[in-house]
């Protein structure tokens, strides 16, 4: 591939994800509103358009109208860029995640990907990771006690949720030997005794993927973790004092990363894109994609479902849960899944 | 030439964040500024090939300690504090710190010339692709070279994270 032709295939991509991920950010929230609906013996939306499919693009314009308002004596500059920053690093993750193998155009073989890096899975950390000042800044910038609260709480919460979340990662990473996504879903392919996949998840990972599923749980901000807008305390927490699409941003910020957190889950865990494949060239090389996309919405739908089903936790009953339970377990895991690849090996 | 363009981007950023870091009175200005300056940095190690000190830099620098930094002001209330601090008083020890580093870099200039056959010391890194990844490298050195001094670090933070528990229960 020449330097030209890498550009504007990688505009191409960069366009797609963007698009696609913006769309599924918007019908997660439809999906959220339905699934939780039908849990609460109510409908959900089903005025707008057929299901009431055409929600999110009455609630796009609905943000778009409402007035901006920027409140007096905040911190003018930190107040616009903090659900900013939320977006754009909750928006940049998905460059690294690969949706399948590859796909044949021409005499050029495009790896469904953005950016192939060697270190995919730190990337996703280090980038969710900074994912947090916006969070943080948006309450200390708005000037109200309830935003700074609810803006402590979330970065005291991802600070604490982030070591279990990444110890439950190491496991899998020492199973596979690699940081590259791409890698670690290969190694997951093929079956034991022709009918078990070889997933991560029945290759003894399940108490990690526990640990990486209730830490990111917290790590994204959602019920039974949503204790930095938890409403009966907080009002809504760090975003109070946000309206219009500054608000629209923050809630874009939280299902983006719920996407990535479902695309990781199923990419360490769950043997990525590896499913039944059949057919011609094309289908082959788009089936997978649609295996993977199956995975991440099922995680969705568990996000959505604990969400209906789970109460808040206590603000001291998280710490604990997450320093004195989780902690120990992930090491625990970890020191275990090295031990027994080191008497393998 | 694209490498020479992003170093000069991001070295320019890095000194910008800096200079503001000194510059801003508010200290959550500050510590911001010191975030560019650490993700500056990051990318700055990416441009030298060493791919995983640069995400760890990112992460432990700017998502896990500076973190801590915006926490711990949000935390503290500093504007009283903030009237009291006179920073313009240690102008003297600033102006001999800032020729100390100026000789410093002037000599360094001065002498790379001098050298028999040898101009400026400039990196010639291998292609990236010829290289073992990152990880690997740096696995092996920590711990097969390295493995004492980096135990004798792992022991010694925890001595400080025991230290830190006990002065923490002490004030209750």
Not at chain 1, 253 to 271: D, K, P, Q, R, W
Request: glycine letters at 8%; charged letters at 10%.
């Amino acid at each position: 591939l020449t330097i030209g032709w890498f550009i504007l295939v990688s505009v191409i991509k960069i366009a797609l994800a963007l698009f696609i991920l913006l769309t599924a950010v918007a019908y997660s929230v439809w999906l959220e509103r339905k699934v939780v609906g039908h849990i609460q013996n109510r409908w959900g939306p089903t005025r707008v358009g057929p299901f009431g499919l055409l929600q999110p693009a009455a609630d796009g314009v609905k943000f778009l109208f409402k007035e901006d308002l920027t409140p007096p004596h905040v911190h003018k500059v930190l107040f616009t860029a903090a659900p900013m920053i939320a977006v754009i690093f909750a928006l940049t993750s998905i460059a690294v995640i690969p949706v399948g193998d590859s796909i044949r155009v021409g005499s050029f073989e495009i790896p469904l990907q953005i950016a192939d890096v060697n270190i995919g899975l730190l990337v996703v950390l280090g980038i969710t990771s900074l994912g947090v000042y916006g969070v943080a800044l948006a309450g200390w910038s708005s000037n109200n006690k309830y935003s700074l609260l609810g803006g402590l709480r979330a970065s005291a919460q991802m600070i604490s949720y982030e070591i279990a979340l990444g110890l439950s990662l190491v496991g899998v990473l020492i199973m596979a030997g690699s940081f590259s996504l791409r890698e670690i879903v290969d190694a997951q392919a093929g079956t034991f005794w022709g009918f078990i996949p070889r997933w991560n998840i029945f290759q003894g990972q399940f108490i990690a993927f526990f640990i990486y599923l209730t830490a990111a749980y917290a790590e994204t901000n959602r019920i039974p973790f949503d204790l930095p807008e938890a409403e009966t305390e907080l009002v809504a927490g760090y975003h109070t004092e946000y309206s219009a699409m500054k608000f629209a941003m923050f809630f874009m910020a939280e299902y983006a990363n719920m996407i990535t957190v479902a695309c990781l889950a199923s990419i360490l865990f769950l043997g990525g894109w590896h499913g039944w494949v059949f057919g011609p060239p094309l289908l082959r090389s788009l089936l997978p994609v649609l295996w993977f996309v199956l995975r991440v919405i099922g995680f969705l739908f568990v996000y959505i479902w604990v969400r209906g089903t789970l109460p808040r936790f206590r603000y001291d009953q998280l710490m604990a849960f997450g320093w004195k339970f989780l902690l120990p377990l992930a090491i625990a895991n970890l020191l275990i899944t090295a031990l027994i690849v080191a008497l393998k090996g | 030439m694209l490498h020479l363009i992003l170093f000069l981007v991001f070295g320019g950023i890095c000194v910008a964040g800096a200079v503001n870091l000194l510059a801003q009175r508010h200290p959550i200005d500050s510590a911001l500024s010191l975030v560019v300056v650490m993700g500056s940095l990051g990318v700055l190690y990416l441009l030298l090939g060493a791919e995983f000190v640069a995400a760890v830099q990112v992460i432990v620098y700017a998502g896990a300690i500076m973190v801590l930094f915006v926490f711990v002001i949000m935390l503290v209330n500093l504007d009283v504090a903030l009237q009291q601090i006179q920073f313009a008083r240690k102008k003297w020890v600033a102006l001999a710190v800032a020729l100390a580093l100026a000789g410093q870099v002037g000599l360094m200039f001065w002498s790379s010339g001098k050298m028999p056959g040898q101009g400026l010391p400039v990196l010639t890194a291998a292609a990236a692709t010829s290289l073992p990844p990152n990880s690997e490298t740096v696995a092996h050195s920590l711990f097969e070279s390295y493995l004492l001094p980096f135990e004798i670090a792992s022991v010694l933070l925890l001595v400080a994270m025991i230290g830190a528990v006990v002065m923490a229960k002490k004030r209750t």
